[in-house]
């Protein structure tokens, strides 16, 4: 018996870092935990981005939410304040942004490998925990995925075609969007309980709680008699 926990998430958002991490924490501590499968679905905060596009991250912010860029660095501040209380490396300036599509693509060829989570962490830690560009820059992408452990040639050969695994990561929008997600990370359990946002480890403990609970064989009693419990026997009754 296990647990299936889906996480819809994208390389772009810094909230999704957090939720995995929180994430982690609260199924580190859940006592089945060995029975909990997770998978991480593809999910593109700008979809219509060109494959090598890239910009500054800050004023990127500034223009989407109409807010100064001086706003938009204190955002990132203060995201980074929470990265660091978590042990987590965060580059608070000179990070960029871009299309992610080419990333979730390796992420399905990494499932396939069995070694999603090594790619999507190495991942992560480019993007938030370096200045470096990550986004657009295909070899850049190739040496983050082999420094991860995978073979050159192979993740070369998935980059090189641009229909590799694309199917999979438009599969995996097109889900998230009839279960109702508007936003990442979203967390789905068993198909029946759904988390959004990078929650306290104690929502995403809960959540395991009841997933696991409902997931667990129920006992139907079809006959009962005189039993022995804590308080003592049943005394019978005479006629």
Known sequence: ?????????????PFCYLGKRRFEEALEAFPHR?????????????????????????????????????????????????????GLSYVTEGRDFGSSFDMHRLLHFALEQGRQEQLLDAL????????????????????????????????????????????????DEAEAARLGARGVPFFVLDRKYGVSGAQPPEVFAQALEQAWADHAPKLEIVADAEVCGPDGCAVPQRD
Request: glycine share 6%.
């Open 1 to 13: 018996m296990a647990v299936q926990v889906e996480i819809w998430t994208d390389i772009n958002c």
């Open 124 to 171: 992560y830690a480019a993007n938030f925990g370096e200045q470096r560009a990550l986004f657009g820059d295909t070899e850049r992408l190739v040496e983050v995925a082999v420094s991860a452990g995978f073979d050159e040639q192979a993740v070369r050969a998935v980059l090189d075609d641009p229909d590799a695994y694309a199917d999979a990561v438009r599969a």
């Open 34 to 86: 060995d029975d909990v499968t997770v998978v991480h679905r593809s999910f593109e905060l700008d979809p219509t981005l060109p494959r090598d596009h890239s910009d500054a991250v800050v004023p990127y912010i500034a223009e989407k939410y109409g807010i100064s860029e001086a706003q938009a660095a204190a955002n990132e501040r203060g995201i980074g304040a929470q990265a660091e209380a978590m």
